[in-house]
């Protein structure tokens, strides 16, 4: 983390909309002949909300080319991991068409797909719950059947045909060859140097202005402690993928409770990751850090909560009255990493708390809420730490590096952004309005 530039607040402007994590009675889980359905809400804002439906395979046979119909109000609006076939009434179908490391799921084994909803308040389940295959049982050994006898087959005397009278054929049509579909391309970043700051850009060790293009990969901060859709893939080719679609760096969510004496992962399938059997949370995160970097892929640390599944209930860098998660530990758990990774060009940045809100305050010089000064408290033990990381561009310069303050163009930001909002909820009136007319 050398020469990683540091805020006395936030790295990056990064916006997010904020999902309450709390038990939804919208939960539901499904027990069927083969497999154990669970349907969450993961996130609810009211307009819409996020769910995730997760297969679990409890058969000995693997479930092959599945479907999955069930019933629920409301309207699907985007779909990740699996296809909506058909949505008729309340009534929906998914399959994994065009998702091939989801279409068989082996014994123990388990898929999820995920998706956006809306409207929000979600209070009832979904019902109906109906899981088909396309084969659940061992392809049986052929019976080798006898060899037939030949026939002999009787020789006709061969016919004359009459001559055909030529015909003059129509010239071909010319077709336009189709153009090219252009497939995403990931836009490297120099790996074996550190990145810095000239003006306005960002540099490699080269001097080459660098543009981030990034993903999330949440999970270490989930009560998993672990990347989520380790139950069902190799995170080595999830992260191939990442950087097949274009992308150059990964950003990592992260609680401290992973960080706490005795924690554990769930949920890894050690068939497809037999790599990361018996290691810790953090040696999980040493592992997908060092494979992002042997492919030139880049990582951004968020700390995302203290508690894990709890950042919706955290307006503050700490838990008030709890004897664990303070602002100390949160300080000594960034000293911990940054020195950790000193030296790794892979770790660029860190985002020192995710989302400060509502009791939150900014410039007021409160030590409980103020989180100008908590950040530049945070940022000032790390550097004093020597653990390789610097502020190293001028004061002002970017938005990166120095002391992050309220700017006119983030205020314009926000602005936008609750006109949006606000243009979406009108959308939704006018299409329920359409639907009773």
């Known amino acids: 983390m050398k020469n990683i530039i540091l805020p006395a607040a936030v790295l990056f402007l990064m916006v997010s909309l904020a999902f309450s994590q709390s038990a939804s009675p919208g939960n539901t889980i499904v027990k069927l002949p083969q ?39 409301g309207q699907i609006t985007s779909i990740w991991n699996a296809s909506v076939v058909s949505h008729t009434g309340s009534n929906f179908s998914f399959n994994s068409t065009g998702y091939s490391w989801q279409s068989s799921i082996p014994p123990g084994g388990s898929a999820s797909f995920g998706f956006m909803g809306s409207p929000g308040n979600v209070n009832t389940p979904p019902t109906g719950f109906t899981l088909t295959t396309s084969g659940s049982s061992p392809t049986p050994t052929p019976t080798p059947k ?55 850009q960002i540099v490699d060790s080269n001097g080459n202005a660098v543009r981030i293009t990034g993903v999330n990969w949440f999970g270490f901060e989930t009560g998993n402690q672990v990347l989520h859709g380790l ?13 097949s679609l274009g992308f150059n760096t990964l950003r990592i969510p992260f609680s401290n409770q992973m960080f706490a004496s005795g924690a554990a992962t769930s949920s890894i399938n050690y068939n497809a990751n037999p790599d990361l059997q018996g290691l810790t949370p953090i040696q999980c995160m040493d592992k997908v850090i060092a494979y992002a970097g042997q492919i030139g892929l880049k990582v951004f640390l968020d700390r995302h909560s203290a508690k894990a599944d709890n ?30 990774y000193a030296g790794n060009p892979t770790v660029i ?10 009791t939150a305050t900014w410039g007021n010089s409160a030590p409980a ?33 120095a002391p992050a303050k309220p700017m006119k163009e983030w205020k314009e930001m926000n602005f936008y952004l609750s006109q949006l909002q606000k243009l979406f909820n009108r959308v939704k009136e006018l299409e329920k309005q359409t639907q009773k007319d």
Not at 55 to 68: A, D, H, R, Y
Not at 349 to 358: I, S, V, Y
Request: charged fraction near 15%; glycine fraction near 8%.
């Open 35 to 73: 497999a154990t359905v669970s349907y969450t809400v993961t996130g609810d804002y009211g307009a819409g909300y996020q769910g995730n439906v997760t297969i679990q395979n409890t058969s000995s046979q693997t479930l092959t080319n599945w479907g999955l119909s069930f019933s629920m109000a």
């Open 146 to 200: 006898p060899t037939p006898t030949a026939t002999p087959t009787p020789v006709q005397s061969p016919t004359a045909s009459p001559t055909p009278t030529a015909t003059a054929s129509p010239s071909p049509t010319v077709v336009p060859s189709p153009t090219p579909v252009s497939t995403p391309v990931s836009i490297p970043i120099n790996s074996t140097g550190y990145l810095s700051t000239k003006g306005n």
């Open 231 to 243: 139950w069902t893939r190799d995170y080595h080719s999830m992260l191939d993928q990442v950087k």
């Open 311 to 340: 950042y919706a209930n955290e307006d503050v860098w700490y838990i008030p009255g709890d004897s664990y998660y303070t602002e100390a530990q949160w300080i000594n758990d960034w000293v911990m990493l940054a020195k950790r």
């Open 349 to 358: 940045g860190a985002d020192l708390f995710n989302e400060p809100k509502r």
């Open 369 to 401: 809420t103020d989180w100008n000064k908590a950040a530049e408290r945070c940022a000032n033990a790390i550097l004093g730490a020597k653990a390789g990381v610097s502020k190293n561009v001028p004061a002002g310069s970017l938005l990166i590096g």
